[in-house]
C-alpha cells in the first residue's frame, strides 16, 4: 500500500519551491476560531533538528484548499494532527513575524 503525501508549491524567498509532504515530516496544527488564522501546516526540512521547517499558514493556501488538505491529513491517518484551542507561544510569534513580513513585501 502506498503511503498518503502530496507536495505544496509556495513561493519563498528563494522562489518558487515545493515541499514534499508525508507523515515522516509534515504535521498539521489546527486552533478554536478565535485563533484560525494561526492554524498550519508545519513542513520539517531536517530530520535532525525537528524545529526546522516551513509554516505553511492557512492564508497561503487559502481557506478551501487548506481544509482539502487537512483533510486529507486527518484522513489518511498518517499525518500527525494537533488540535489546541490556542496556539502555543512560539508559534503565534512566528505567525506575526511571517505576517510583518507579508506586510513589508506588499509595500515595497
Known amino acids: 500500500m502506498e503511503k498518503a503525501n502530496f507536495t505544496i508549491r509556495v513561493e519563498s524567498e528563494r522562489g518558487p519551491e515545493e515541499l514534499y509532504c508525508d507523515g515522516s515530516n509534515t504535521e498539521l496544527y489546527i486552533h478554536s476560531d478565535k485563533y484560525k488564522e494561526v492554524d498550519h ?21 487559502g481557506d478551501e484548499n487548506f481544509n ?22 512560539p508559534d503565534f510569534e512566528h505567525y506575526l513575524k ?7 513585501t506588499w509595500n515595497e
Open 41 to 61: 501546516i508545519f513542513n520539517r526540512i531536517d530530520q535532525r533538528d525537528r524545529r526546522l521547517g516551513a509554516f505553511i499558514w492557512r492564508h497561503i493556501l
Open 68 to 89: 482539502n488538505v487537512a483533510m486529507y491529513m486527518h484522513n489518511s491517518g498518517e499525518f500527525a494532527v494537533f488540535y489546541r484551542p490556542e496556539p502555543t507561544e
Open 98 to 104: 511571517d505576517q510583518s513580513g507579508d506586510i513589508e
